[in-house]
């Protein structure tokens, strides 16, 4: 198995971590992996429980309901890139969108139906050993397919609370943490329909007496109010979620807890394996910064990368939440306070 340099970048998602992974895949060394935990979130594949070759393609293949069902009732974000391919052969009303396909093969080609085919004969024969091992093997695969790049670099959204899990899995792998202003960080979740959709399932679980989203079901659709009900259904509207009031300031209390946790969970990766990056400090000096973001993951920051890179970069988003009004703003900063507290520390 080829041996390749593999880094995570993790973070509070909404934090930039889309545009650095449109970076990362400039880059002619790097396999860029997009998005992969938020596609195939399943607990078992970062566990040490083996898998045959046929189970873990089950993993990679098999629709993930949330994505699908996203899809299917017309909430899909900027960060879903299959249905943007113009023959696309599955189709989340009929078919169901293999979990992969959804964002992970949309990155690196234009046909993810072509590669999926490809993969489907290798992944199945391979013997049954521990998931790190086949995710390994699928990247020397991906790589072989894609100019045998020495370094992988892997970015989902949402991820910081995973770190544990991945050390665990690749316990010699180097982790970035991207992080942003709480404040605009906040305002970005607050238009997000997945961030939006945190708060909404609380506000579920507590009508139904849960301690946790996780435990909701179809059937407590019946103890939800009539504007909530509809999201625990196959079938909604969009607009329950992106119209429904929500003080934004749970978004900044969302991003405060995500962080403290997040910084907590990092400090278990040796201090050698990891390095945190500003986004806002990103947009002031790409240059720099891209040049130190390289030489962690490995790689040379070539000339031509560096200057694709800087003009891939938007430099006009920090600051959104300043635009508020005070009676939003104020609130907003007192729940970002204690996570912007954490980061100072970190």
């Not at 017309?74 to 293999?98: C, K, M, N, Q, S």
């Not at 072509?114 to 093997?137: G, K």
């Not at 996780?214 to 509809?230: E, F, I, K, S, V």
Request: glycine share 6%; charged share 20%; proline share 10%.
């Amino acid at each position: 198995m080829v041996n390749q340099k593999l880094t995570f970048v993790v973070g509070t998602g909404r934090c930039g971590s889309t545009a650095l992974s449109h970076i990362i895949n400039l880059h002619p060394d790097v396999l860029s992996i997009n998005e992969l935990f938020a596609s195939v979130p399943d607990e078992e594949v970062l566990a040490d429980a083996p898998l045959s070759g046929p189970e873990f393609w089950g993993y990679l293949s098999r629709p993930n309901p949330v994505t699908n069902s996203m899809i299917k009732n017309g909430a899909t974000p900027p960060e879903f890139l299959y249905h943007r391919v113009p023959r696309r052969r599955y189709d989340a009303e009929t078919t169901g969108i293999p979990a992969i396909s959804v964002m992970v093969l949309p990155h690196l080609t234009d046909d993810p139906d072509a590669l999926l085919d490809a993969l489907e004969p290798e992944v199945t024969s391979w013997p049954t050993r521990r998931p790190a091992d086949h995710w390994r093997a699928l990247f020397a695969t991906l790589g072989a397919r894609f100019g045998n790049p020495g370094a992988v670099v892997e970015r989902t959204g949402l991820s910081i609370g995973r770190v544990p899990e991945m050390h665990h899995a690749f316990p010699d792998a180097r982790f970035v943490h991207l992080y942003r202003e709480g404040p605009d960080c906040a305002v970005s979740m607050s238009r997000h329909f997945s961030f939006r959709m945190i708060p909404l399932l609380w506000e579920m679980a507590g009508h139904c007496g849960l301690e946790s989203p996780r435990l909701l079901t179809p059937q407590h659709a019946a103890q939800l109010p009539p504007d909530l009900a509809p999201l625990l259904s196959d079938r909604y509207d969009p607009a329950l979620v992106m119209e429904r009031p929500i003080p934004i300031s749970q978004f900044g209390t969302l991003w405060s807890e995500t962080i403290v946790d997040g910084l907590r969970k990092l400090e278990a990766v040796p201090a050698s394996q990891r390095t945190a990056l500003a986004y806002e400090t990103l947009l002031e000096e790409p240059e720099k910064e891209l040049i130190r973001l390289a030489e962690f993951i490995g790689v040379e920051p070539h000339r031509t990368w560096l200057e694709a890179s800087v003009a891939h970069l938007d430099g006009g988003r920090p600051g959104a939440a300043r635009k508020l009004p005070e009676a939003e703003l104020t609130p907003l900063l007192e729940s970002c306070s204690p996570g912007m507290r954490a980061l100072a520390v970190h």
